[in-house]
Every structure is written in C-alpha cells, then in structure tokens.
C-alpha cells in the first residue's frame, strides 16, 4: 500500500558537519508535509513543514526540500550540534478531511563529537 | 511543554485489562488525535475527532475506542489488553479539522506496559 518511508534508517554525522535526512513518499495526492524530532521520552517536536505548492522551505538550521517529480522529502540540518541527536519523521497529509498525517517509521540521528 | 497535557505518563497493566489514557489539547485547538508508537515503530494514526465528532480512523482495533467530550479532552480507552498493545500512546492536538496547513502539537506520551 501506499506509505512514507525513509532511505536510511540511522545516520551519524559529526559535530559541525552537515546532516541531510530523506524521506520518499508514494502519494502523489499528499500536500502538505511536516517534519518532526523526537528526543527520547519526549513526544515529536515540531521542525519544519512545506507544502506541495512549494520545493524548498528553509528555518533556522533547517531546510526542507520537495521534490513531486520522484515524491522526494529532504531535511537537511546545518551545523549538526549535539542537541540534534534525536530520531526524525517525515509525515505527510492525506485525505479530505483534517490531518491525516502518514508518519514513516524514522531516521536515528547521531551526532558524534 | 507543549501544551498538550496526557495523563497518565506510565501506566503498567495485565493482559485482559482494561484502561483509560486521557488528552487535554491545546487552548485553541479543536481536534485531537491518538497515535501509537510501539518500541522502534514509527507513528501509527489511530483516530481523530474534530470538535466532538470523529473526523477520521486510522488503524485502530475494535477493543480501542475513543470519544472527545464537550470541553475537548479526549479519552482512548484500550480493553481485553493484550501483551502486544504494549506501547507509547500520544495525542496530538491542532487548530482545526479541515484540509491545509495544520500542523500537530503533540503531548509526552503515555507509556503502557501489559504484563
């Protein structure tokens, strides 16, 4: 069936490099994506979102980058710091009504020093 | 803290039990959300309700329910618990029901264990 899914499911980066995290997702019908951080014990954390009529948002860090053509989802994290070890989820939106966010399953990111 | 209050944060049952996990959204927000998070899982979409009425399901089983009352808290409740509904439960809350840029402000979690 249709899902979220990400490339890799761990990634190492050091300290000061740069992170870039992907997702590809099946539904060409979704509009609206959102990426989140979840530390440990804690619940997900809002990073960043874009919508389909958009191929690149950037934050404070953070970019996030679309591409409809291959259904492709990039976060990329400038300056990795030792805060940003976490797991990270891509979600996109579905369906008529509300927020029916897909989550995909997740991408360990850790930061080594 | 997000605003999303869940309540309780660790709860620790038998199989055959049933619970109650209770979510207090954001001021504001009028739809709340449950999702289930079992050990290295991703996030998966239970149910939602939008002002007091489901707006949409997910993959919940017939033993779960849910129901979001007049002051906009929402309860799930989980029955004949088995080992396996062992997991992280969130509720995640956002502003409105309908389609567009509605991003999800979710709560810690309540973590359950079925022994």
């Known amino acids: 069936g249709e899902s979220v899914g990400l490339h890799l499911p761990t990634l190492s980066v050091q300290e000061g490099d740069n992170s870039i995290i992907n997702c590809a997702y099946s539904n060409s019908a979704s509009d609206y994506f959102i990426w989140y951080k979840q530390e440990s014990g804690k619940g997900p954390q809002f990073i960043i979102d874009?919508?389909?009529?958009?191929d690149k948002r950037q934050g404070q860090r953070v970019t996030v980058l679309l591409n409809k053509t291959v259904k492709h989802l990039s976060l990329q994290i400038a300056a990795t710091q030792p805060g940003d070890s976490a797991v990270y989820f891509c979600?996109?939106?579905?369906?008529?009504?509300?927020?029916?966010?897909?989550f995909g399953p997740g991408t360990r990111l850790s930061v080594l020093p | 803290d997000s605003g999303v209050t869940q309540t309780p944060k660790h709860l620790i049952t038998a199989t055959g039990q049933r619970v109650t996990l209770r979510c207090s959204p954001r001021s504001g927000d009028l739809s709340v959300y449950w999702y289930q998070q079992s050990l290295d899982q991703g996030l998966q979409f239970l149910i939602q309700y939008y002002n007091g009425e489901e707006r949409a399901k997910g993959n919940i089983l017939e033993r779960f329910s849910a129901q979001q009352f007049p002051d906009l808290h929402s309860e799930l409740n989980l029955s004949s618990l088995e080992l396996g509904d062992s997991a992280l439960y969130f509720c995640?809350?956002?502003?409105?029901?309908?389609?567009?840029?509605?991003?999800?402000?979710f709560g810690a979690g309540s973590r359950l264990t079925v022994l």
């Open positions: 979600a996109e939106s579905r369906g008529n009504y509300g927020q029916n966010f897909v």
């Open positions: 874009i919508r389909s009529n958009m």
């Open positions: 995640a809350s956002s502003p409105a029901g309908g389609s567009g840029a509605n991003v999800l402000t």
